[in-house]
T-cell receptor, first 115, second 112 residues
């Protein structure tokens, strides 16, 4: 079946602008995760959804970052007043359940560049 | 706090050789899961292999196997008969409280 998809693949914006990044998880996966990967580093956790609700948003760096998943499927990561330090690859993953044994399947990421 | 450490920023081997990538972790949990993911230039993280900590037997997936040393908190990945398509970044990760905690990655280059 189809994997996790993310749009856009690349996004270039100017400092101070608002951006939305979209994630379409694997059908039937109840859990959805957002990670941020800076150049030369491993991913860092941002937020995790179980169904429609954000079960853990402890990784969001500040209140400029917000994510929603209104119908328990597609999720949108929203970044207000973008800063150059927000430039990174934003990865989305989904899993069938939430236990430790559940494998997270990743999308190709969105590369965000803030000029 | 849980941490994952990959001490080899880059490695290169000849095609068909065997290579081992190192990973150590730190956790206070009694049961946990460890993963190796591969990230080619396409950016997509691809699961290579996973290990459940309560299982003493090392996981294997075709040419990929792990050496899991629970007491030493070590989780290395061995790639046998390496292929050009194995060239990628390799990340070690530990599952903790719904999220994955990641190492910094090892860039693996397979030379023809």
């Amino acid at each position: 079946g189809a994997g996790v998809s993310q749009t856009p693949s690349n996004k270039v914006t100017e400092k101070g602008k608002y951006v939305e990044l979209r994630c379409d998880p694997i059908s039937g996966h109840t859990a959805l995760y957002w990670y941020r990967q800076s150049l030369g580093q491993g991913p860092e956790f941002l937020i995790y959804f179980q169904g429609t609700g954000a079960a853990d948003d402890s990784g969001l760096p500040n209140d400029r970052f917000f994510a929603v998943r209104p119908e328990g499927s597609v999720s949108t990561l929203k970044i207000q007043r973008t800063e150059r330090g927000d430039s990174a690859v934003y990865l989305c993953a989904s899993s069938h359940g939430v236990g430790g044994g559940q494998t997270q399947y990743f999308g190709p990421g969105t590369r965000l560049l803030v000029l | 706090a849980q941490t994952v450490t990959q001490s080899q920023p880059e490695m290169s081997v000849q095609e068909a050789e065997t290579v081992t990538l190192s990973c150590t972790y730190d956790t206070s949990e009694s049961n946990y899961y460890l993963f190796w993911y591969k990230q080619p230039p396409s950016r997509q993280m691809i699961l290579v292999i996973r290990q459940e900590a309560y299982k003493q037997q090392n996981a294997t997936e075709n040419r990929f196997s792990v050496n899991f040393q629970k007491a030493a908190k070590s989780f290395s990945l061995k790639i046998s008969d390496s292929q050009l398509g194995d060239t990628a970044m390799y990340f070690c990760a530990q599952h903790s409280n719904y999220q994955l905690i990641w190492g910094a990655g090892t860039k693996l280059i397979i030379k023809p």
